[in-house]
């Protein structure tokens, strides 16, 4: 499994690394920022390593009750979406090149659409996973995580959107880091608030890359559009609050 776990995410960041690199020759972007992305991206993957192999007894096949020798293919869906990270990143903070630009919106979407696929996969073949279960929890949240810190920076979404979406992240971390501590963490499986606020805010974030070549007119949809996105994202916040209160009752009555 070791060795399965080491090619893989060696595979895709040689793959990340070229694809930076290309865009850096080609379109004569500075250098400093292939090595800035390039070193983030490297990082990654060298953590990602570490944490998939001290985890690599999670490489357990639910639905057949066996352990995995070697990734899956769902689990590799999942990994590339966490791989992906730094090059999304990198085309987001170059987007005025007239190519990234072009490139956004359907590489954004592709991204998103894989947290799709690899639960379509794992269900039709019957490839459930403990890691994968876990890895896309992660890797929605972290994608979610890393677009919205880059949309804020670059002003592609309001400063107040942001808040709501980190909130959002905040609340589940603390929460889930409280009852981790306890040793009575919370199921890894997402809830349907989870899902719809994931959803929400990908396809929010794939139009707000549309928008780019759009006329300023469109602008008055936009902001209606940030605001519903917004609602329903912090109305949902409160439903994982209500999750982890109702956790929390539980626990203390079994004490009790």
């Not at 570490?50 to 999670?58: K, M, P, Q, S």
């Not at 994968?132 to 890393?146: E, K, R």
């Not at 880059?150 to 409280?178: C, D, E, S, T």
């Given at each position: 499994?070791?060795?399965?776990?080491?090619?893989?995410?060696?595979?895709?960041?040689?793959?990340?690394?070229?694809?930076?690199?290309?865009?850096?020759?080609?379109?004569?972007?500075?250098?400093?920022?292939?090595?800035?992305?390039?070193?983030?991206?490297?990082?990654?993957?060298?953590?990602?390593?570490?944490?998939?192999?001290?985890?690599?007894?999670?490489?357990?096949?639910?639905?057949?009750?066996?352990?995995?020798?070697?990734?899956?293919?769902?689990?590799?869906?999942?990994?590339?979406?966490?791989?992906?990270?730094?090059?999304?990143?990198?085309?987001?903070?170059?987007?005025?090149?007239?190519?990234?630009?072009?490139?956004?919106?359907?590489?954004?979407?592709?991204?998103?659409?894989?947290?799709?696929?690899?639960?379509?996969?794992?269900?039709?073949?019957?490839?459930?996973?403990?890691?994968?279960?876990?890895?896309?929890?992660?890797?929605?949240?972290?994608?979610?995580?890393?677009?919205?810190?880059?949309?804020?920076?670059?002003?592609?979404?309001?400063?107040?959107?942001?808040?709501?979406?980190?909130?959002?992240?905040?609340?589940?971390?603390?929460?889930?880091?409280?009852?981790?501590?306890?040793?009575?963490?919370?199921?890894?499986?997402?809830?349907?608030?989870?899902?719809?606020?994931?959803?929400?805010?990908?396809?929010?974030?794939?139009?707000?890359?549309?928008?780019?070549?759009?006329?300023?007119?469109?602008?008055?949809?936009?902001?209606?559009?940030?605001?519903?996105?917004?609602?329903?994202?912090?109305i949902l916040s409160l439903e994982k609050a209500a999750i982890f209160f109702t956790h929390g009752q539980k626990l203390s009555k079994k004490h009790s």
């Amino acid at each position: 499994m070791v060795k399965s776990i080491v090619r893989t995410v060696l595979f895709y960041l040689l793959i990340q690394l070229c694809f930076i690199f290309l865009f850096t020759i080609n379109k004569d972007i500075p250098y400093t920022t292939f090595l800035f992305y390039g070193l983030a991206t490297v990082a990654l993957h060298i953590g990602l390593i570490f944490f998939l192999v001290g985890l690599r007894r999670d490489f357990y096949n639910l639905s057949t009750n066996t352990e995995l020798t070697k990734i899956n293919v769902a689990n590799r869906i999942t990994l590339l979406r966490i791989s992906a990270l730094p090059s999304i990143a990198f085309l987001l903070v170059n987007r005025e090149i007239i190519e990234i630009r072009t490139l956004l919106p359907i590489l954004l979407a592709l991204v998103f659409l894989t947290d799709s696929f690899d639960g379509q996969i794992a269900r039709k073949k019957k490839q459930i996973t403990r890691i994968g279960q876990m890895l896309d929890s992660i890797s929605d949240y972290s994608l979610l995580a890393v677009l919205s810190v880059v949309f804020f920076i670059k002003n592609i979404v309001p400063h107040w959107f942001f808040y709501i979406i980190f909130f959002r992240l905040f609340l589940q971390a603390l929460g889930m880091f409280i009852f981790i501590i306890l040793k009575k963490p919370l199921p890894v499986s997402s809830t349907w608030g989870g899902k719809i606020t994931i959803a929400t805010t990908m396809v929010l974030y794939v139009l707000e890359v549309v928008r780019l070549f759009l006329p300023e007119s469109f602008a008055i949809f936009f902001i209606i559009l940030e605001y519903i996105s917004g609602g329903i994202i912090f109305i949902l916040s409160l439903e994982k609050a209500a999750i982890f209160f109702t956790h929390g009752q539980k626990l203390s009555k079994k004490h009790s």
